[in-house]
């Protein structure tokens, strides 16, 4: 069964670092790109960016772009997300996604995973 | 700067009704870049569209997707208590604004 688990919930201070497994099981790892999405509590979803896991390039959204950092590890198929610097808008909830190329459609989902922001 | 649009915002129908969501792009697009999400609470979204209106698989006939250029259409014909969740499009094109989503249409019983 296909499927892309992820790490547990986080509750993290405002400045402080966070990251996100997301581990994929039933399928080949390197044979999709894996794009992460974040979810704000009662809003909609936004694109953070992707990784190849093939090599490990990565392309992210302008937004992220020098607070996030996407890593993967082929040999235990499992792609990690951090997002430095949070603040309490980063609380959300974080999504693993695949797609069979960079620009194509997100056919598998991760169950998420709870990053809550607080003081 | 590129946006989806979706309306209307809630949409309260009974089962067994049709219900019918629009997305809208603030530019044209190439309809082969546009997808069809669903997220019931407490769930991740699961893939109902890419293409436009290729449905992924185990998607249910009662769906179908339509639309170009600019405005899209999810269409469920005949509403079953499952169907009742958020449902979300998006442009998964190279853009200025890749995989942009839109804000997502609720349907309500």
């Known amino acids: 069964q296909e499927q892309l688990v992820h790490s547990g919930a986080e509750v993290k201070r405002p400045g402080a670092s966070v990251k996100v497994s997301c581990k994929a099981s039933?399928?080949?790892?390197?044979?999709?790109?894996m794009h992460w999405v974040r979810q704000a509590p009662g809003q909609g979803l936004e694109w953070m960016g992707w990784?190849?896991?093939?090599?490990?390039?990565?392309t992210y959204a302008q937004k992220f772009q020098g607070r996030v950092t996407m890593t993967r590890d082929t040999s235990i198929g499992t792609a990690f997300m951090e997002l430095n610097s949070l603040t309490f808008d980063d609380t959300a909830v974080y999504y693993c996604?695949?797609?069979?190329?960079?620009?194509?459609?997100?056919?598998?989902w991760g169950q998420g995973s709870l990053v809550t922001v607080a003081s | 700067e590129f946006v989806l649009t979706q309306s209307p915002v809630t949409l309260s129908l009974s089962p067994g009704e049709r219900a019918s969501l629009s997305c809208r792009a603030s530019?044209?697009?190439?309809?082969?870049?546009l997808a069809w999400y669903q997220q019931k609470p407490g769930q991740a979204p699961t893939l109902l569209f890419y293409?436009?209106?290729t449905r992924a698989p185990g998607i249910p006939d009662r769906f179908s997707g339509s639309g170009s250029g600019t405005d899209f259409t999810l269409t469920i014909s005949g509403l079953e208590p499952e169907d009742f969740a958020v449902y979300f499009c998006?442009?998964?094109?190279?853009?200025?604004?890749?995989?942009?989503f839109g804000p997502g249409t609720k349907v309500n019983i």
């Open positions: 990784i190849n896991p093939t090599n490990g390039g990565t």
């Open positions: 039933g399928y080949s790892f390197s044979g999709y790109f």
């Open positions: 293409g436009g209106s």
């Open positions: 996604a695949r797609s069979y190329t960079n620009y194509a459609w997100y056919d598998l």
């Open positions: 998006q442009y998964y094109g190279a853009s200025t604004s890749p995989f942009t």
């Open positions: 530019q044209s697009v190439d309809r082969r870049f």
